[in-house]
């Protein structure tokens, strides 16, 4: 028993040290353990791994995807009306399966949360590694309560043991992820531990597009996520999950930045010069084409334009505002430009007013006219 006071003393000064968990984060618990309980239905156990919840909430059931509702709540054997993030809790399910809600099932709350079959991470293998890992080895990805198939593509041509680089994750069951998950990568004969890893983007684009920086700050991911979005942009609820922030966190992030916010979503700011450019360019096209035409069918415009329509109403309304695009009788024109006639239009002009006076109180019909 020497030095057991002591030592309780350096545990409960190491806790005190601990920073407090976000309060207002998304909640999320991993499944470990589901049962049924006589009376009360099915009731799943875990860690809550971040965020709070509160008896009779709404909340989504993944990767069925089911929304479930919380029917009673225990946290470390007590009944409570409220769960946070760092407790070891159950949460019984009101109308769900026991079968839908095992073992690496996942619980959140909000509609930022989705399953997903590839991931970007920063992805190491221990020293002691038996052999380097290439783009065919077959591995075991343990995250959360998950255990999956898995398939890793690093930048290079292998990761040998030892080295730590940007990779990407495919795995063979969705996974529920969110940027900074830490996971473990087990592989081997016989099977053991031999890397492991930090999520940096749950939701990685199905092709790649580039390799992320590796312990790439938020602020750096947010413009990486922009860059490959492009004129698609990156839904404003989903940042929490892709950039690992609460959303108060991510909201000032995105108001720190330079980034262009239309409706819900987000673009990377050299996108709004790039499509300002390509509205001027088909309006002065359009003029050119059709000289007589005063305005262009916004609606055409937009059609004109590789972009989904918020991105291009947004370029749209900005260049009303400074003036070198205006807006008469629903469709859209070059500032300074009047609709005027070619000189063939002219000659036709002179030729149909030329017609009807000669035809006095007896005018030509449009066919007579059109074949004159």
Known sequence: ????????????????????????????MPVDRAFTVR????????????????????????????????????????????????ERAAVALAGVERDRAGRGAVLVSGEAWRPSTVLRADVALLDDAARPLGPRSRVRLHLGTSEVGARIVVQGPT????????????????????????????????VGTIGGGVVTDPFAPARSRGWHDVGASPAQSLRQLLRDAG????????????????????????????????????????????????????????HRERPLDSVAPRQWLRSRIRAPQAPVDGVIERLLRSGEIASEQGGLRRSGFVSVMTDRQRTVADAVIARLEEAGAEPPTLDELASA
């Open 231 to 286: 004129s698609a942009g990156v839904h404003v609820a989903e940042l929490p999950v892709r950039l690992g922030l609460p959303p108060d966190a991510a909201g000032a992030l995105v108001a720190d930045s330079d980034a262009w916010c239309v409706e819900a979503r987000i673009f990377a700011a050299e996108l709004q010069p790039v499509l300002s450019a390509q509205v001027l360019a088909t309006l002065a096209e359009y």
């Open 159 to 190: 990761l040998g043991p030892g080295e730590r680089r940007a990779g990407r994750i495919v795995v063979d069951e969705a996974v529920v992820a969110r940027t900074g998950d830490r996971f473990v990568l087990r592989g081997g004969s016989p």
């Open 1 to 28: 028993g020497a030095g057991l006071d002591e030592l309780r003393r350096a545990i409960a000064d190491a806790a005190q040290r601990l920073p407090t968990r976000a309060a207002e984060d998304l909640f999320r």
């Open 39 to 86: 009376g009360t239905g099915t009731v799943v156990t875990g860690t809550v791994w971040s965020g709070s919840l509160v008896r009779d909430a709404t909340i989504r059931l993944f990767p069925a995807g089911d929304i479930v509702r919380v029917r009673g709540l225990q946290a470390h054997g007590h009944a409570v009306e409220r769960i946070h993030a760092g």
